[in-house]
T-cell receptor, first 116, second 117 residues
Framework: GAGVSQSPSNKVTEKGKDVELRCDPI?????LYWYRQSLGQGLEFLIY????????KSGLPSDRFSAERTGGSVSTLTIQRTQQEDSAVYLC??????????????FGSGTRLTVV | AQSVTQLGSHVSVSEGALVLLRCNYS??????LFWYVQYPNQGLQLLLK??????LVKGINGFEAEFKKSETSFHLTKPSAHMSDAAEYFC???????????????FGQGTILTVHP
């Protein structure tokens, strides 16, 4: 597609439930990033996928968080046993690589997760 | 390691006045620098980027930023504010240093710009 697509745009879930957030990057973009945006925490890096390399998971806040990227395209971020502190906007970005990092990052509109 | 500091979480200007949003970075290798804008309930939109070419970078909507290595700064300016500029602005840094942090964006805390008539 023309942009990075994220679904759902809004998700309300009960505490303790699992949720899956989806990101469909721009076709041909080999790098994919997940960020979390919450009040008081700014934009936090969660995880980064680059081609077939092992992902950089250094930003995942706990083992309740996991992500995968199938076929080098669509990515799913899964949060197990959600807690209220998981409430945030989850942003996905993709980027074309093959040279320097000056290729533009394109962000999706995000998924607003509310845990009640 | 890299980091970004945005001075001032809130900036308020009058319509038609100069906009100046401050950003200082820390990076152990030559950085790539970005400014993003976020309107309410929307994603991040790239305003401009510095990629080691010209130090004065022009972006969309009349914004520009100047890379000053000696000051480790990348401040965002616009000569005349419009009401439509009211949004949150994020400065970000990434590197081309290779390794697992290759290309990872590190963001500042954001600056909310208010424009009043």
């Amino acid at each position: 597609g023309a942009g990075v697509s994220q679904s759902p745009s809004n998700k309300v879930t009960e505490k303790g439930k699992d949720v899956e957030l989806r990101c469909d990057p721009i076709s041909g973009h080999t790098a994919l990033y997940w960020y979390r945006q919450s009040l008081g925490q700014g934009l936090e890096f969660l995880i980064y996928f680059q081609g077939n390399s092992a992902p950089d998971k250094s930003g995942l806040p706990s083992d309740r968080f996991s992500a995968e990227r199938t076929g080098g395209s669509v990515s799913t971020l899964t949060i197990q046993r959600t807690q209220q502190e998981d409430s945030a906007v989850y942003l996905c970005a993709s980027r074309r690589t093959g040279g320097a990092t000056n290729y533009g990052y394109t962000f999706g509109s995000g998924t607003r997760l509310t845990v009640v | 390691a890299q980091s970004v500091t945005q001075l001032g979480s809130h900036v308020s200007v009058s319509e038609g006045a100069l906009v100046l949003l401050r950003c200082n970075y820390s990076s152990s290798v030559p950085p790539y620098l970005f400014w993003y804008v976020q309107y309410p309930n929307q994603g991040l939109q790239l305003l401009l980027k510095y990629t080691s070419a010209a130090t004065l970078v022009k972006g969309i909507n009349g914004f520009e930023a100047e890379f000053k290595k000696s000051e480790t700064s990348f401040h965002l300016t616009k000569p005349s504010a419009h009401m439509s500029d009211a949004a949150e602005y994020f400065c970000a840094v990434s590197t081309d240093a290779g390794g697992t942090s290759y290309g990872k964006l590190t963001f500042g805390q954001g600056t909310i710009l208010t424009v009043h008539p």
